[in-house]
Structure formats: structure tokens, C-alpha cells
């Protein structure tokens, strides 16, 4: 296994077979003296190759080692951000679940993003048929739904009325107006951490 600075070089040499040092040492934020220390070591351990096409220049590439290191290192990030995707939507759900048992049946996600759409699933998934709830990118709560939107869920054609939780989840969405009530998804998160 190799260290993050290393993997870095790797990384960057598998995006370009045609790239110097100096390159590496931009692209990654390394001073040259490192990256040409690193480089060697990766040649030394079998991860990159090298090639002189001329005698002016050098070309990396990397070896099938390397290729397996870029493979494994996917193959675990993508478990650890699945991993992370599920916790955090058991804390979006965990908050949900304490506002239904506060009697919260009515929902509205203010926001676009992946936090937004995991906050949706959320919801979905809490299986509660009681539950009605929209998803709004821009909306703000004090603004009418516009022309024929209607309320996602089992009380379809239900509009957003006075009992609806705000549920914020985009960092740009903030509500003003004391009485709406709102939850803010990325603050409450940071809070179970």
C-alpha cells in the first residue's frame, strides 16, 4: 500500500501518459525535489514505468501494479462514500422521525443538491403513509407553490399549508420569517458528528 502524497502521483500520471515532472508538481501541489523523490520510489516499487522517447524527455506510465492501486483505491473510496451516503441518511431520518413523533406530518425540502436529494429519500423511505412532502430547489417559504404543484406523498393534491416543516438543505437557504418552522439538514448533521 502506498501513501496519499504517492497516490497523488499516481493518479496524475494515469491521467496523461505524456506529462514531466514539473506537470506532476503543479497539478499536485508538490515542490519538484518531491515529486521527483516520489516518482523514483513509485518506479522503484513497480507502480510507474518510464520511457525516453527522446533525449530531451521522459514519459511515465503506469504498470499493471499501478493500474491495480488506482483499481483498489475506487473500489474503496466508492464503499466508504456508499457507507457515508447510509449514515447520513440514517441521520436525516433519525431527525425526521423525532419531528413525526412530534406530530410533523407535512415536509417541504428547500434546496437541489445531493443533501436535497438524500433528504428526499429520506422521507420516502421512512415508509410512514401518513407523510406528505415536496421538494423545492428555489421556493421559499413564504412564496405561494407555484401554479398546479401540488404536495408529493400519500395526500397528494394536500397543499403546502401552515404545519409544513421547512427542511433546509442547501447552504444557500435561510428563512427569515420566525414563524415558519424550519430545520436546517446540514447543521443538524454536523451536530451528530
Do not use: C, W
Request: no cysteine.
Amino acid at each position: 500500500m502506498i501513501g496519499e502524497k504517492e497516490f497523488k502521483v499516481i493518479n496524475e500520471v494515469r491521467r496523461g501518459s505524456v506529462i514531466t515532472q514539473r506537470e506532476i508538481s503543479q497539478k499536485t501541489g508538490f515542490s519538484l525535489g518531491l515529486t521527483n523523490i516520489l516518482l523514483k520510489k513509485l518506479i522503484q516499487k513497480g507502480y510507474i514505468k518510464i520511457t525516453k522517447p527522446n533525449r530531451r524527455s521522459l514519459q511515465y506510465f503506469l504498470t499493471p501494479r499501478g493500474i491495480a492501486e488506482v483499481a483498489e483505491r475506487s473500489y474503496q473510496y466508492f464503499f466508504r462514500t456508499i457507507r457515508s451516503l447510509k449514515e447520513i441518511k440514517g441521520k436525516i431520518q433519525s431527525l425526521l422521525l423525532s419531528e413525526y413523533e412530534k406530530g410533523r406530518r407535512n415536509f417541504v425540502v428547500l434546496g437541489d443538491g445531493e443533501l436535497a436529494d438524500l433528504t428526499e429519500i429520506a422521507l420516502r423511505d421512512l415508509g410512514k403513509k401518513d407523510i406528505t412532502y415536496s421538494k423545492h430547489p428555489h421556493l421559499l417559504p413564504s412564496s405561494p407553490l407555484p401554479p398546479g404543484e401540488r404536495i408529493r406523498g400519500e395526500g397528494i393534491g394536500k397543499e403546502r399549508g401552515k404545519d409544513a416543516l421547512f427542511l433546509l438543505a442547501d447552504s444557500k437557504q435561510r428563512i427569515k420569517d420566525n414563524k415558519v418552522s424550519s430545520l436546517d439538514i446540514l447543521k443538524e448533521i454536523a451536530n451528530f458528528l
